[in-house]
């Protein structure tokens, strides 16, 4: 069926949430509690927990069903300790146009000649108010500290106390990330909040609960997945959901240790430490592809090698842009950065032909844009972005008509 989004037509399948659309469409929409490969949002299908007879803590109802558009889920929320945990509604949209209703896009389908806005003013601010609650209880030093690009999580030079001090994720963790795209301007104020940091390990896998943001992701992989125990559930803590084992730990609650919680996990409440714990969560992302997180884009980079030096040796698909900021190619690539290491120098080297010969010159050769995502399914990535090109200007970008590809595999 054929729905619009911001503007651009695009066909999706029947039954497909907006949120599902609008990742397919390649317009990114904020989410927390969504968890990929699940058929509707982690929060939304734990939406409603009560005790439950054989429980130690407390128990998650089963997953709800999808709210066609025009029955809306509302942006807003309920009462909390009345009916469980809210949804994070980071993912709110606006359905029939400027003057239409806003919905939760991770729980409603799309109907035929939907219209969707995915960002606006109010849209804009409807997040922030979301996100508040969470910086107001999630440690998030790490996000204003002066020495955040360079720290080594040794010591703190500002005395920040213990609690509240960067976790096991820093540098790459993903709830930053969002908060980053959210607010980029600190419209919520940033400091040093405090939370319990009492940990516990069994197996590969690290607990942090303090550090719990109540998405609700790894309750449902783990109750959904055939290679997982069921062995975690959301359970109400002075008005706060955290995930906890069903049995005080993760071996009496039956779990697999399948790691599929720890790749979901968007903060450092789930980790892997040390690097064994590395070796062996790289394992389960390889075994577990489809678990990838959808993560906000990158703002486009200058192809140099300072940029290089925040690109990730890990599979992905990047975009080139040149001087004027017209997308030139759509590449995927099993090693993100030794493949724009590799275009950097080719680039080099033109740029270095082109001042050699006397009136000739390539414009912009020197000056590509690039900017990336991380995606184990890559190929698939890649023909998804160059499709939506194809759609949106009825050919494929320059570069990519080359016969000869430099980063085929």
């Known amino acids: 069926m054929r729905i619009s989004i911001d503007g651009m037509v695009v066909q999706v399948p029947p039954g497909t949430t907006i949120l599902r659309a609008c990742d397919l469409a390649g317009h990114y ?3 927390l509690c969504y968890c990929p490969s699940m058929p509707s949002c982690s929060r939304c299908a734990h939406a409603v927990a009560a005790l439950t007879e054989g429980s130690d803590r407390c128990g998650t109802s089963p997953a709800s069903e999808s709210t066609p558009a025009g029955e809306s889920t509302s942006a807003g929320g309920t009462d909390q300790a009345a009916s469980g945990p809210r949804e994070c509604g980071l993912c709110v949209v606006r359905v029939g146009g400027t003057a239409g209703s806003a919905v939760l896009a991770c729980a409603t389908t799309v109907q035929p000649g939907l219209e969707v806005i995915t960002d606006d003013a109010e849209l804009r601010s409807a997040r922030l108010e979301r996100l508040a609650p969470l910086l107001a209880r999630h440690p998030h030093v790490c996000l204003s500290c002066p020495d955040r690009e360079g720290c080594a999580r040794d010591e703190c030079r500002f005395d920040v106390p213990v609690e509240a001090r960067c976790c096991e994720e820093f540098g790459h963790c993903e ?3 969002l908060v980053a795209y959210l607010d980029p301007e600190e419209k919520v104020a940033r400091r040093a909040v405090g939370a319990p940091r009492a940990s516990s390990q069994e197996g590969r896998i690290r607990r942090e609960p ?25 359970c109400e803590e002075g008005g706060w959901w955290t995930a906890w084992p069903r049995r005080g730990s ?23 430490p040390g690097p064994e714990g590395r070796e062996w969560l790289e394992r389960r992302r390889k075994q577990y592809p489809h678990l990838a997180p959808v993560l906000p884009p990158q703002p486009w980079l200058l192809l140099d090698q ?18 004027e ?9 099993a090693d993100l950065r030794r493949a724009l290491a590799q275009l950097h120098a080719e680039c080099r080297l033109d740029a270095v032909r082109a001042e050699d010969a006397e009136g000739a010159g390539r414009p912009g050769v020197s000056r590509l844009w690039f900017r990336f995502e991380v ?7 890649e023909t998804e972005l160059l499709a939506l090109y194809a759609q949106e200007h009825g ?12 980063f085929e595999e």
């Open 210 to 234: 303090g550090l719990c943001l109540g998405c609700g992701r790894c309750v449902a992989v783990c109750s959904s997945s055939p290679d997982a125990g069921d062995a975690l559930e959301m």
């Open 250 to 272: 993760l071996r009496a609650s039956g779990c697999s240790f399948c790691g599929q919680c720890v790749l979901v996990c968007p903060a450092g409440a789930i980790t892997a």
């Open 175 to 177: 709830f930053g990330r």
């Open 29 to 31: 929409v904020p989410r």
């Open 306 to 323: 300072a940029s290089l030096a925040v690109v990730p040796s890990e599979p992905g698909v990047f975009q080139l842009a040149d001087a």
């Open 375 to 381: 995606a184990p399914l890559y190929t698939e990535r």
């Open 325 to 333: 900021g017209a997308v030139v190619r759509i590449a995927g690539c």
């Open 395 to 406: 050919r494929l970008p320059r570069d990519n008509d080359l016969g000869d590809d430099l």
